[in-house]
């Protein structure tokens, strides 16, 4: 299954709101993840089955969508949110999206 | 806090061999289902191997099928990963990485959520 995110980077103030998007090739219900990743820093889950928030993340981080399409939404960005942000499915062998940039703009 | 910690990379021949080992601390460790993850910036982010709680059922992606072997000695609270006949595009940072949830929390094995990571441990493959 290919996961594809768009687009491939965001340049974006704090403060502003956020919505990024994973597609899958087929579909993978509920079965999507979002990982966040810092330079230096190994993936840090974020969303698991689509919309539950991995435990101490932020409720500014929220996930959505079923089937091929999926999004995640941070409602303000922080600082420390900059970063690239990935999707993951586990429906069938885990793949992963090519990622999201979100720069500061 | 739960901490995984990767060693065992290096520079390594086409062809040849490298054992890499994940010390597990903070957690039940026998309770859990392993993986390892490796990243790439010519392949990103791939799912490498599985292997369940007790280590009765294993997976593998078939870019690593017939060359890889994961293992696990709950004694020592380690997860292993041999690498044999190794190529050039088995070059990237290799993870360990935790599935989240206990293995009694799911109805069937299989590689389901990551977390934790560790740091990772890279891997060379050069002449």
């Known amino acids: ?105 | 806090d739960v901490q995984l910690v990767e060693s065992g990379g290096g520079l390594v021949q086409p062809g040849g061999s490298l054992r890499l080992s994940c010390v597990a601390s903070g957690f039940t460790f026998s309770d859990y289902e392993m993986n390892w993850v490796r990243q790439s910036p010519e392949k990103g982010l791939e799912w490498v191997a599985y292997i369940s709680s007790g280590g009765s059922t294993i997976y593998y992606a078939d870019s690593v099928k017939g060359r890889f072997i994961i293992s696990r000695d709950d004694a020592k609270n380690s997860l292993y990963l041999q690498m044999n006949n190794l190529r050039a595009d088995d070059t990237s940072l290799y993870y360990c990485v935790r599935d989240r949830h206990p293995a009694s929390y799911y109805d069937r094995s299989g590689p389901h959520w990551f977390d934790p990571w560790g740091h990772g441990t890279l891997v060379t493959v050069s002449s």
């Open chain 1, 1 to 105: 299954i290919v996961l594809t995110q768009s687009p491939a980077t965001l340049s974006l103030s704090p403060g502003e709101r956020v919505t990024l998007s994973c597609r899958a090739s087929q579909s993978v219900g509920h079965y999507l993840a979002w990982f966040q990743q810092k330079p230096g820093q190994a993936p840090r889950l974020l969303i698991y089955d689509a919309s539950n928030r991995a435990t101490g993340i932020p409720a500014r981080f929220s996930g959505s969508g079923s089937g091929t399409y999926f999004s995640l939404t941070i409602s303000s960005l922080e600082p420390e949110d900059f970063a690239v942000y990935y999707c993951q499915q586990r429906s069938n062998w885990p793949t992963f999206g090519p990622g999201t940039k979100v720069e500061i703009k």
